[in-house]
């Protein structure tokens, strides 16, 4: 089976910080996602990425961007971290030829203070 | 832009009883369309899809049919369980790498 494994499934910043969510997938897919997860709005696309050192903004790309220096590993990065940004993460991966069927990790949940 | 539209939760029924969460869409052309499931502590998971007007998709007792004239996409189950109990998301594709997700329906099953 597909595992993608987010680094931290706890995470408590202070507004200002610079912040790093890691994701790593282990079945070679080109395609891999940064979502956030807000109770009553569900899943917004926050980037994504179709290939090595590719990136595409999503919906909601403004006070984050992200860093794939190799294909099993998807970074999202908060600039500098503001209360709003307190969400639950979720890294997502995809094979090029079955781009709907999203492996998700199991999420990781940031609270900003 | 395309959007999915689910009924708020949270959904609450008893072992054995018939499950419907409703999902309408809108979009332009013709998307596939899919159901995802997260149960309590994981990501979410691929439970069943549909890519065309009339195709019906099932899984692990789940159905959902894809209705064009309606723009639906309802999640049916005959007989829910316990361990059915999970957030349950609608989603629709278009030609582009993007999945557009509902807000998800919180189903509880009590014994």
Same mark, same amino acid.
């Given at each position: 089976? !597909? $595992? !993608?494994?987010?680094?931290?499934?706890? /995470?408590?910043?202070?507004?200002?910080?610079?912040?790093?969510?890691?994701?790593?997938? +282990?079945? +070679?897919?080109?395609?891999?996602?940064?979502?956030?997860? +807000? %109770?009553?709005?569900?899943?917004? /696309?926050?980037?994504?990425?179709?290939?090595? $050192?590719?990136?595409?903004?999503? +919906?909601? %790309?403004?006070?984050?961007?992200?860093?794939?220096?190799?294909?099993?590993?998807?970074?999202?990065?908060?600039?500098?971290?503001?209360?709003?940004?307190?969400?639950?993460?979720?890294?997502?991966?995809?094979?090029?030829?079955? $781009?709907?069927?999203?492996?998700?990790?199991?999420?990781?949940?940031?609270? !900003?203070? | @832009?395309?959007?999915?539209?689910?009924?708020?939760?949270?959904?609450?029924?008893?072992?054995?009883? =018939?499950? *419907?969460?409703?999902?309408?869409? *809108?979009?332009? @052309?013709?998307?596939?369309? =899919?159901?995802?499931?997260?149960?309590?502590?994981?990501?979410?998971?691929?439970?069943? &899809?549909?890519?065309?007007?009339?195709?019906?998709?099932?899984?692990?007792?789940?159905?959902?049919?894809?209705? #064009?004239? *309606?723009?639906? =996409?309802?999640?049916? &189950? @005959?007989?829910?369980?316990?361990?059915?109990?999970?957030?349950? =998301?609608?989603?629709? &594709?278009?030609?582009?790498? #993007?999945?557009?997700? @509902?807000?998800?329906?919180?189903?509880?099953?009590?014994?």
């Amino acid at each position: 089976d !597909v $595992k !993608v494994t987010q680094s931290s499934r706890y /995470l408590v910043k202070r507004t200002g910080e610079k912040v790093f969510l890691e994701c790593v997938q +282990d079945m +070679d897919h080109e395609n891999m996602f940064w979502y956030r997860q +807000d %109770p009553g709005l569900g899943l917004r /696309l926050i980037y994504f990425s179709y290939d090595v $050192k590719m990136k595409e903004k999503g +919906d909601i %790309p403004e006070g984050y961007s992200v860093s794939r220096e190799k294909k099993e590993r998807f970074s999202l990065i908060l600039e500098s971290a503001s209360t709003n940004q307190t969400s639950m993460y979720l890294c997502a991966s995809s094979l090029e030829y079955r $781009k709907e069927k999203l492996f998700f990790g199991s999420g990781t949940q940031l609270s !900003v203070l | @832009g395309d959007s999915v539209t689910q009924m708020e939760g949270p959904v609450t029924l008893s072992e054995e009883a =018939f499950l *419907t969460i409703n999902c309408t869409y *809108t979009a332009t @052309g013709y998307p596939s369309l =899919f159901w995802y499931v997260q149960y309590p502590g994981e990501g979410l998971q691929l439970l069943l &899809k549909a890519t065309k007007a009339d195709d019906k998709g099932s899984n692990k007792g789940f159905e959902a049919t894809y209705r #064009k004239e *309606t723009t639906s =996409f309802h999640l049916e &189950k @005959g007989s829910v369980q316990v361990s059915d109990s999970a957030v349950y =998301f609608c989603a629709l &594709k278009d030609s582009s790498y #993007k999945l557009i997700f @509902g807000s998800g329906t919180r189903l509880l099953v009590r014994p």
